[in-house]
C-alpha cells in the first residue's frame, strides 16, 4: 500500500497534471458581437413597457420630478428616493422589516432598453439592495438619450461587466405560474411607471 505523501503518489499526479496541460487545446478568441441595430426610439420603448405592465410618463420639466410623483402616487406614504426630499431615508443599513413599508421607491437607472422595455439599475442607484423589490410600487428617472435598441448594445455599455451588483429590471413583478393566471405583483412591486426627462 502507497501512502497518501509517497514520492510515487506525487510523481503519478504530477504527470497526470502536465499531460493535460500539454493537452489543453488552443485558445480560441470570442466571435466579434454583431450590432443588430434597431429602434432606440422612446416610442418603441413606451410600446414594449406597456405591453409587460409597466407605464411610460414624460416629464414636464426636469424639476418637475417630486410633483409628478405626488400627482401618479397621492397615497404613498412612505417614499425612498435619492432624487428629491422623500420621507424616508434609506441606506444599506436600513433593516428589511423598514423596507418592507415603503410604499414607493423613486431610483435613477443608467439606460433602458428599447426591444424589452428594460432598464439597467446598478447597485449604487438603488439605496438598498432589496429595496427595489420589496417596495410597493417603483419609478425609475430616465434621460431618453439614455435609451439603447437591443440587449447587445446593453451589455456593451457594461464593457467590464456590471461592475458589481445590478439588475435589468422590465416592468412590474408578475407570475403565470399557477393555473396560467397572470398575477402583478406576485413577488415584488405592484406597478413599475418609467419617469422620462
Not at 510515487?8 to 497526470?16: A, G, L
Request: charged share 15%; glycine share 8%; aromatic share 6%.
Amino acid at each position: 500500500m502507497v501512502s497518501a505523501a509517497s514520492p510515487r503518489m506525487s510523481s503519478t499526479r504530477d504527470r497526470i497534471l502536465a499531460a493535460a496541460r500539454a493537452n489543453q487545446p488552443a485558445e480560441t478568441p470570442l466571435p466579434p458581437v454583431a450590432d443588430f441595430g434597431g429602434n432606440a426610439s422612446l416610442e418603441r420603448f413606451t410600446e414594449v413597457l406597456a405591453s409587460i405592465g409597466g407605464t411610460v410618463v414624460r416629464l414636464a420639466a426636469p424639476g418637475a420630478l417630486a410633483a409628478t410623483v405626488q400627482q401618479l402616487f397621492p397615497a404613498a406614504r412612505l417614499v425612498a428616493s435619492p432624487l428629491f426630499s422623500a420621507s424616508l431615508a434609506i441606506d444599506q443599513q436600513t433593516p428589511v422589516d423598514v423596507l418592507a413599508d415603503v410604499d414607493l421607491a423613486v431610483l435613477p437607472v443608467e439606460f433602458g432598453v428599447a426591444e424589452n422595455g428594460a432598464v439597467w439599475l446598478p447597485e449604487a442607484n438603488m439605496l438598498h439592495r432589496a429595496l427595489p423589490t420589496v417596495t410597493q410600487h417603483l419609478a425609475f428617472v430616465l434621460d431618453h438619450r439614455q435609451l439603447v435598441a437591443t440587449m447587445h448594445q446593453a451589455y456593451a455599455r457594461l464593457p467590464n461587466g456590471p461592475g458589481g451588483y445590478g439588475m435589468f429590471v422590465a416592468g412590474p413583478s408578475k407570475t403565470a405560474d399557477i393555473e396560467q393566471s397572470l398575477v402583478i405583483g406576485a413577488h415584488g412591486a405592484r406597478s413599475l411607471v418609467v419617469l422620462v426627462y
